[in-house]
Nanobody
Framework: QVQLVESGGGSVQAGGSLRLSCAAS?????????MGWFRESPGKEREGVAT????????YYADSVKGRFTISQDNAKNSVYLQMNSLKPEDTNMYYC??????????????????WGQGTQVTVSS
């Protein structure tokens, strides 16, 4: 069965950095095209933070994190990483790793997620 296991969350002061990791396993095809990170909006729905696709999509970043967060992947390990720099208190959230066999271009829509991780908490203090 597919598993997405996140790590790297924690507490940091504003301006600090964290690096989130997500290790995926169990894909019947051996891989999935897109992986990324989502977090909850004030309305509790999940929104895309940063995603990356092997084929056809490239990377996506929410406007609020552009220039501060960088997503990367290790295809051999089916892993995805999120380097989070210059963290702000408003970045405080639960961050969820997600995967999808999406080939429609830039991937941002949580409705197309196939698999979710359990989430890792990021807390940024002033």
């Amino acid at each position: 069965q597919v598993q997405l296991v996140e790590s790297g969350g924690g507490s940091v002061q504003a301006g600090g950095s964290l690096r989130l990791s997500c290790a995926a396993s169990g894909f019947t095809t051996g891989f999935t095209n897109c992986m990324g990170w989502f977090r909850e909006s004030p309305g509790k729905e999940r929104e895309g933070v940063a995603t990356i696709c092997r084929v056809g999509g490239g990377t996506y970043y929410a406007d609020s994190v552009k220039g501060r967060f960088t997503i990367s992947q290790d295809n051999a390990k089916n892993s995805v990483y999120l380097q989070m720099n210059s963290l702000k208190p408003e970045d405080t959230n639960m961050y969820y790793c997600a995967a999808a066999d999406y080939y429609g271009g830039t991937w941002w829509n949580p409705r197309t997620v196939r698999n979710w991780g359990q989430g890792t908490q990021v807390t940024v203090s002033s």
